[in-house]
């Protein structure tokens, strides 16, 4: 099964195609947060800058915290050293050639 419409809320390549043999409208499928008017509410608001760095008031309590990033352990084993794809990636395929003659008919 396909979750992808569980994931990002968008109908995956199988439910479109189902959907095309139905003629039924695609837009009535996704969610309502890629739809216009959802994007033209979220920035109705007014968005004020907040200017640059130097004019901020920041805290004492807050300028003495430091963080920190977590410390990084290496992972056990020898590394990959052919990056793994994602989904929907492919590796386009060198076809192979006989190494005396270098057609590819017969290996």
């Avoid at 994007?39 to 800058?49: F, M, N, Q, S, W």
């Avoid at 004492?60 to 994602?86: F, N, T, Y």
Wanted: hydrophobic share 35%; charged share 25%.
């Amino acid at each position: 099964m396909c979750r992808e419409f569980e994931i990002d809320l968008l109908p995956c390549a199988h439910a479109l195609a189902a959907l095309r043999a139905c003629k039924r409208p695609f837009i009535d499928f996704f969610s309502h947060y890629y739809k216009k008017s959802s994007l033209v509410e979220a920035y109705a608001g007014v968005i004020r800058p907040v200017g640059h760095m130097s004019d901020w008031e920041i805290p004492d309590e807050i300028i003495s915290l430091v963080a920190h990033p977590p410390e990084w352990m290496s992972q056990a084993g020898r590394p990959c050293k052919v990056r793994k794809q994602s989904k929907g990636e492919f590796r386009s395929r060198k076809e192979k050639t006989c190494s005396l003659c270098k057609q590819a008919s017969h290996n």
